[in-house]
């Protein structure tokens, strides 16, 4: 049995994809073991190397950065799904005069590295006169505009890949322009693009570590710091790993977060559906 897109495989090929499971699982492992065995043959899992987190105070900073690093995740997802809003609207706007600003405006912070732009922000700001900007001003207006401007192709792909009847049903009934992508196109373009936006969700996450730049205070800043004290070893490595732990943790709970809240909006929406359904059954019955 096939279908259009897809051909079940037959037993030859079935045998071929055990044996690339089998081949591809043997070469992971090894790597995976060359690399724990380089750290230890490297004295990387020694006490000496790691006792530095056995005191107190350090871990109390790295709770600290944990919590510089979600605030400026929170502050920035929050900013980037208004500015992804606005942008989208400003995209599809009717007037040439705001579609093509927010056109030029897109493409140019899309294309400019993130990392450049905090730099820009931190270091070049203050050199033309620009007062007050903080380590913490950086990352999130950095993470803003980048990560804005990515989420307006988001919500405005989704928005247009809606059924145009939809639209022109809400305008029949005398809602303005406005009314009908903010009642009826958002929430459902939210809705199929979810998926994509927990994933850029999950990239701004990832992107405060390259606050350490501009020193502000978060994960990868105090690991880099942890690392460099040579009279507990320099332990680079270890400080590295605790960052990556953390930095695991974190995305798979915001992961999770948003696969519930996922959830959620479907259940909602299928029971918003029944309910109507059941509606229409008791207005056709005599």
């Keep these: 049995m096939s279908s259009v897109l897809f051909d079940v495989p037959g037993p030859k090929a079935r045998t071929r994809n055990v044996y690339l499971s089998i081949i591809t699982a043997i070469v992971v492992v090894g790597i995976i073991a060359f690399i724990l065995y380089r750290f230890a043959q490297t004295g990387q899992f020694t006490a000496e190397k790691w006792q530095i987190f056995r005191f107190p105070l350090v871990q109390q900073t790295i709770v600290t950065s944990i919590g510089a690093t979600l605030g400026a995740f929170g502050t920035a997802a929050v900013g980037s799904l208004v500015v992804g809003v606005i ?42 006169g620009v007062e007050g900007i903080t380590p913490f001003t950086a990352v999130v207006v950095g993470l803003v505009l980048y990560n804005g401007s990515v989420l307006a192709e988001v919500f405005r792909a989704g928005i247009e890949s809606l059924p145009r009847g939809q639209r022109e049903a809400g305008l029949a009934v005398g809602m303005t322009k406005a009314q009908v992508q903010v009642s009826i196109l958002l929430p459902q373009a939210v809705r199929a693009m979810m998926p994509v936006i927990i994933a850029q969700l999950v990239v701004i996450l990832k992107d405060t570590a390259l606050g350490f ?8 800043f ?13 332990p680079v490595v270890p400080a590295l ?18 696969k519930w809240l996922e959830r959620r909006l479907n259940r909602s929406t299928r029971v918003a559906k029944a309910k109507t359904a059941l509606a229409r059954v008791d207005l056709a019955e005599p």
Aim: charged share 10%; hydrophobic share 55%.
């Design 87 to 128: 942008l989208a609207f400003g995209r599809l706007a009717d007037r040439r005069w705001i579609s093509v600003p927010c056109y030029w405006f897109t493409e140019l912070f899309r294309a400019v590295p993130l990392l450049i732009l905090m730099m820009i922000i931190y270091y070049g700001l203050p050199s033309l």
């Design 213 to 220: 730049i501009v020193t502000y205070n978060e994960i990868l």
């Design 222 to 234: 105090q690991a880099t710091y942890f690392g460099s004290q040579v009279q507990y070893g320099s």
């Design 241 to 258: 790993m605790v960052a990556g732990v953390i930095y695991v943790g974190l995305c798979l709970i915001l992961a999770g977060v948003a």
